[in-house]
Every structure is written in structure tokens, then in C-alpha cells.
């Protein structure tokens, strides 16, 4: 079945370390997404890519940082330099290149917390 | 700027009532409005949208929305709510900020179901 793949679900870091999220899709989109969820806040973008490799910063890019070498994989790294990671990330496609009018598809998320 | 605001952070109906989910948005050109659902710990998963023409759109599981520009609103409607549906519904608008076009949400409503 085609779709998002985001792993791992859950995900405990350390204050001080980097870590990645994983998001693969097969659903042969241009462009990917990374967006950071907080209660009572939304969703809010942290990094956009339309085509393999180039990508921007959205909204909320500080402390975080991204790749794009292959056109089914957008991985995100939380740096140390985030300072308030613990959060619920989720990573979407699109299939036209940020278009107005193009539907998003989403992954399951990835929980991320702070120990 | 643009922005979208979903007045009703928390909902809660008895199973069987009708639902209307308010969502206003602030945009300057033609809107392009979606809604997504958002079952916990999960992704998001799109419900409906409207790009143009008629003002009323049918989506997935029995919901349908409608969009009146005098009042900047695309309020979702269903007649006869469903224990499954208590969820978390975000609306969307795709705009052109910052210099990309991408998904502003609103904060979400959250609804409760009542046997």
C-alpha cells in the first residue's frame, strides 16, 4: 500500500543529543514536509522540500535540520541547539510542488521526549 | 496576515446529534480550504476540501462543509454523529507566506462523543 512511513512512533532523547526522524514515502511526491505539533497550537512547519535535494525553512526551523538525497526519504535531525523538542512531529507529501490547492498526506507521527 | 481560527477548542455532543465545527479564515485572494481529522496519537488524515464552485462539499464518513466568502467561514457539518468520530478536526487554508506557498491550521477542535 502506498503511503507515509514515519518511525520510530515514540522517541526519548537526552538533553544535549541530536536525533533523527525517520519519514519515507512511496507515494512518488515531489514534495515533503516536517511539521511540529503542540497542544492547543496546531500544526506549525519546520521544514519544506519540493524537490530532491533543496529544501527550506518553514515557520519553526531553528534547532532543527534536514536532508533531501533521495526523492522517497526527508529525514529530520532535533539538534541540541532546539531547546524545547518534546513534541508530536509529523511529516507529510504532497504531489505537486507547494501549490496552493494541493492536498497534504500525512504520516502516524513521531512522539518525541525530553529525558 | 493570514490565519485560521477555529473558535471551539473542546466539543462534546451525544452520539446521534448533529455537529458544526466553526472554522473562520483570514486570507486576501481565493481560499483553498481543507478539513483534516486526527484520531489520537495518529495522523492526519484529509476529510474534505473546496478549491472551487459549488460552496457545499461532501467528504468522507458523512461529513460535508460549507464555504460562505461574506462571512470567511467553511464551518463542517454532519447530520448524525457517530461514536468513531470523536476525534481531533483541524481546518486549513493552502496560502502563499513567507515567500512559499504552504498549510496554515487552526488550532483544532476537539470532540467528545457522549453514548
Known amino acids: 500500500d502506498g503511503g507515509i512511513t514515519q518511525s520510530p512512533k515514540y522517541l526519548f532523547r537526552k538533553e544535549g543529543q541530536n536525533v533523527t526522524l525517520s519519514c519515507e514515502q512511496n507515494l512518488n511526491h515531489d514534495a515533503m514536509y516536517w511539521y511540529r505539533q503542540d497542544p492547543g497550537q496546531g500544526l506549525r512547519l519546520i521544514y519544506y522540500?519540493?524537490?530532491?535535494?533543496?529544501?527550506q525553512k518553514g515557520d519553526i526551523a531553528e534547532g532543527y535540520s534536514v536532508s533531501r538525497e533521495k526523492k522517497e526519504s526527508f529525514p529530520l535531525t532535533v539538534t541540541s541547539a532546539q531547546k524545547n523538542p518534546t513534541a508530536f512531529y509529523l511529516c507529510a507529501s504532497s504531489f505537486r510542488t507547494g501549490a496552493l490547492n494541493t492536498e497534504a498526506f500525512f504520516g502516524q507521527g513521531t512522539r518525541l521526549t525530553v529525558v | 496576515a493570514q490565519s485560521v481560527t477555529q473558535p471551539d477548542i473542546h466539543i462534546t455532543v451525544s452520539e446521534g446529534a448533529s455537529l458544526e465545527l466553526r472554522c473562520n479564515y483570514s486570507y486576501g485572494a481565493t481560499p483553498y480550504l481543507f478539513w483534516y481529522v486526527q484520531s489520537p496519537g495518529q495522523g492526519l488524515q484529509l476529510l474534505l476540501k473546496y478549491f472551487s464552485g459549488d460552496t457545499l462539499v461532501q467528504g468522507i464518513k458523512g461529513f460535508e462543509a460549507e464555504f460562505k466568502r461574506s462571512q470567511s467561514s467553511f464551518n463542517l457539518r454532519k447530520p448524525s454523529v457517530h461514536w468513531s468520530d470523536a476525534a481531533e478536526y483541524f481546518c486549513?487554508?493552502?496560502?502563499?507566506?513567507?515567500?512559499?506557498?504552504?498549510?496554515?491550521f487552526g488550532a483544532g477542535t476537539r470532540l467528545a462523543v457522549h453514548p
Open positions: 522540500s519540493q524537490i530532491v535535494n533543496d529544501f
Open positions: 486549513a487554508v493552502g496560502a502563499y507566506s513567507g515567500g512559499y506557498n504552504k498549510l496554515i
